[in-house]
Nanobody, 115 residues
Framework: QGQLVESGGGLVQPGGSLLLSCTAS????????MGWYRQAPGKQREFVAR???????FYADSVKGRFIISRDNAKNTVYLQMNNLQPEDSGLYFC?????????WGQGTQVTVSS
């Protein structure tokens, strides 16, 4: 379903912020709902956030009030603004594009929160 390219991961201290970006092909982005998932070592991949529209956004309870998902349709890009990061937020963050029953995934970008 096309390539998803993530960027923006890195090492940040507790309480810090990062902005993740994911760009998709136009043919995918125009038809998909976009989301973010993460996977910590030894754990299953878990849902973080999904955006259906500017008025319909969903978040995992663990990130509500700290993370903001948004999309720029002109740039075919979805963002995840992560604030007040904590060590438990560390992991590999994956971009997801969902069209009907089909999912496409990016390669992941590493987020490490450590002092």
């Amino acid at each position: 379903q096309g390539q998803l390219v993530e960027s923006g991961g890195g090492l940040v201290q507790p309480g810090g912020s990062l902005l993740l970006s994911c760009t998709a092909s136009r043919s995918v982005f125009s038809r998909a709902t976009m989301g973010w998932y993460r996977q910590a070592p030894g754990k299953q991949r878990e849902f973080v956030a999904r955006i259906i529209s500017d008025l319909r956004k969903f978040y995992a309870d663990s990130v509500k009030g700290r993370f903001i998902i948004s999309r720029d349709n002109a740039k075919n890009t979805v963002y995840l603004q992560m604030n007040n990061l904590q060590p438990e937020d560390s992991g590999l963050y994956f971009c997801n594009a969902r069209i009907g029953p089909n999912d496409a995934w990016g390669q992941g970008t590493q987020v490490t929160v450590s002092s």
